[in-house]
């Protein structure tokens, strides 16, 4: 097999019609390897691209963790002023008028506060320069730096002006006994998780999808398929509190009748697609995450995460999302 892991069994998969083309084509993956992370990023690797360009650059930079970002622009700024400080005291360190200094180490501590005095554009006015080189480098240092700071400041208004979801997701998808009038004599049992807005911003007009993935032995090799689930709600108006998505394991879903083994010979994921409109930005925006089998939780219920704050208000409890029971 493609794989390269020998399963017992294929299991047999209710065929409907595939889903429009997901963009991962149908080569079937690696044993237990994700199409997507948990954090929605495509578990694919782009080979001979160049890292570097200048649209890859900012596109890393802008979407990158605060903690990363903030400290690539400190290290930035430090590097920056160590290099030129290096040149100031190695070609003319005489020439920095004002220096107070008793050995070679403050000499250059002088020099490299100078620098950035320079790179910043601040000058106190202690240390200035007095040669030409120095001053001519002090210029050069002066007009890098506005231009540092400028392209700083871009990318963190970008950072800030960039509208994006941010969701919690339940740690894993529960198999659970299920009961609704709508599918009364039909299902007995579903797929859910659970989300809610991390962030005190409102989402309204909020979608789900949801896309089994799985493989399939076709003609002595395996292929990857996706089918969309059919869901309880498809769409709310406000997600104010916690959402469980459901789809309810009917007749007609491509789940039925499927055990724990048989998710594990299919190498199953479940693909989610959330789409919102961010109340501040006025924009839509978009989360993904996915669900392995073995993320997956048998005849288990989710513990509510609904409670009552201090004030007596309604309160939801973020540290539960992920919470469940087993069923007895």
């Avoid at 039909?186 to 999808?209: D, G, Y």
Wanted: aromatic share 14%; glycine share 4%; net charge neutral.
């Amino acid at each position: 097999m493609a794989s390269g892991k020998k399963f017992r069994f294929m299991a047999s998969i209710k065929r409907k019609e595939d889903a429009p083309e997901f963009g991962f084509g149908n080569n079937a993956n690696n044993a237990h390897q994700r199409v997507l992370n948990p954090d929605g990023s495509a578990n694919i690797a782009r080979l001979g691209g160049n890292k570097f360009s200048l649209i890859n650059i900012y596109h890393a930079l802008v979407t990158m963790s605060w903690a990363k970002f903030f400290l690539i622009v400190s290290c930035s700024y430090m590097i920056v002023n160590f290099l030129f400080a290096i040149l100031y005291y190695i070609i003319d360190p005489n020439a920095i008028s004002g220096m107070i200094y008793s050995s070679e180490l403050q000499k250059f501590e002088e020099i490299f506060f100078f620098s950035a005095q320079s790179l910043t554009t601040v000058g106190y006015g202690r240390l200035n320069p007095t040669g030409t080189f120095n001053s001519s480098l002090a210029s050069i240092e002066s007009f890098i730096g506005l231009l540092g700071f400028a392209l700083a400041t871009g990318l963190l208004y970008g950072k800030f002006s960039r509208p994006t979801a941010k969701l919690l997701y339940s740690k894993n998808a529960l198999i659970a006994p299920y009961s609704n009038p709508r599918f009364v004599d039909k299902a007995s049992t579903a797929l859910m998780f659970r989300i809610t807005n991390a962030r005190s911003n409102q989402l309204i007009e909020v979608e789900s999808q949801i896309l089994f993935s799985y493989n399939e032995e076709v003609d002595g090799k395996l292929i990857r398929r996706f089918q969309r689930l059919k869901l309880e709600v498809e769409k709310i108006s406000f997600l104010a509190m916690s959402w469980t998505i459901v789809h309810p394991i009917d007749d007609e879903s491509p789940l039925r009748d499927l055990t724990k083994d048989d998710f594990e010979s299919v190498d199953a994921e479940f693909l989610i697609n959330i789409k919102a409109i961010d109340d501040t930005y006025v924009q839509q925006v978009y989360a993904r995450s996915s669900y392995k089998w073995q993320d997956l939780i048998w005849n288990a219920k989710f513990v509510s995460v609904i409670t009552q704050a201090n004030d007596g208000r309604t309160a939801i409890d973020l540290r539960k999302i992920s919470t469940y029971e087993i069923m007895s």
